[in-house]
């Protein structure tokens, strides 16, 4: 497998975007979000979705040079129509405008329709977060079908629906929560199956509805399980209605609700001060995970650890040693750049 370095594959997927009609500085940041992803060892949300960008920008269904724009305001809400340009850049921009109508009024929500893939949802409330806020966030659709079967089904409802959500830490990065409310990221199962491997049992089932293991049931009418039985379902449910249905931008399976291909993005950003002194949260939360991951871990685990922390692990080990791509990954990314006349 190719081993990249970050600072190599920022440059390519820059130039890539670039040479497909974004503006430098989106195509820098839509860059430095993917890259990001494959640093914190996520790489369902990494270089592997330049490809797919670069598809819904030929098929229309992403313009690379569209902004975002506020459709209703309050003085504590939001709801933007992103226009279908990256999710990244509507969703990074929606989130600003939140943090600084928390400043004033202490708490701001705000909705995003017309929204391509926003990659990491956890990033968003890590922003709240870092300007002492608690932010949280939830992410419906995403693809041009259901994906998740509900607890109990045998056909797909929803999407992967993540939700997120993140805290202040006095002196330290902030704790950050962010999964899918699906058993794992579908994702995944490309990196899997561009690895050539096949899947952990309870991950998803063929288009009848039988469990399989084979990454190319899914991709065959397959769904994907709920994380955590009944209770991922029900998250997942909460996720459809604040992301998809609150905002407008409509549910998968819902034909009349004007659904169409990307997401459907909530946000709220939470103003601690308006509670208690930020600086006593912050010192409470740092108290909170020191006593936690002091816990002793049972067998095979190697010691309780917070949200978010094994992510920054990998992200140390894979600056220092580079980014593993698939090789079938890294052949569609060169391919596609050779197509746009970039120089690798």
């Known amino acids: 497998m190719p081993v990249i370095d970050s600072v ?13 009609g974004a503006p430098a500085a989106a195509a820098a ?11 914190a060892g996520h790489d369902s949300h990494g270089v592997n979705r ?34 279908w340009g990256f999710g990244q850049i509507s969703a990074r921009w929606t989130m600003e405008q939140l943090i600084e109508k928390a400043r004033i009024q202490h ?39 259901p994906r998740v079967a509900p607890f109990g089904g045998t056909r797909a409802a929803f999407g992967t629906n993540p939700l997120a959500a993140a805290f202040p830490v006095k002196d330290g990065r902030p704790i950050v929560l962010d999964f899918s409310t699906a058993v794992v990221a579908s994702g995944k199962i490309r990196v899997l199956r561009d690895k050539g491997e096949s899947l952990p049992d309870g991950w998803i089932l063929d288009r009848e509805g039988r469990p399989s293991r ?34 407008g931008a409509g549910s998968l399976i ?52 917070l949200p978010g922390e094994i992510e920054r692990r990998v992200r140390e080990q894979r600056l220092t040693e580079g980014i593993p791509v698939p090789q079938a990954t890294w052949e569609k990314i060169l391919s596609a750049a050779a197509d746009l006349g970039v120089s690798t």
């Open 214 to 247: 084979d990454p190319a049931d899914y991709y065959d009418g397959g769904m994907l399980l709920p994380a955590a039985g009944h209770k991922g379902y029900a998250l997942g449910l909460l996720v459809e209605v604040l992301g998809g249905l609150l905002t």
């Open 8 to 20: 190599q594959l920022r440059t390519l997927a820059k130039a890539i975007f670039q040479a497909a």
């Open 107 to 145: 708490m701001a929500a705000a909705g995003i329709f017309n929204c391509g893939h926003v990659g990491l949802v956890g990033t968003y409330p890590e922003m709240a977060a870092e300007h002492g806020m608690i932010g949280l966030a939830f992410v419906s659709g995403g693809g041009s079908k």
């Open 29 to 39: 940041l839509v860059a430095d979000a993917l890259v990001e992803a494959n640093l």
């Open 50 to 83: 330049i490809v797919e960008y670069l598809g819904h920008i030929r098929g229309g269904r992403l313009d690379p040079a569209q902004q975002a724009e506020i459709i209703k305001e309050t003085a504590t809400t939001l709801l933007v129509d992103g226009h």
């Open 254 to 305: 819902l034909p009349e609700s004007g659904y169409k291909v990307g997401n459907g993005v909530f946000f709220m950003a939470v103003d601690v001060n308006a509670f208690r002194p930020v600086e006593e949260l912050a010192q409470q939360v740092r108290e909170l995970g020191e006593t936690v991951t002091a816990i002793p871990s049972m067998k095979p685990y190697n010691g309780v650890v």
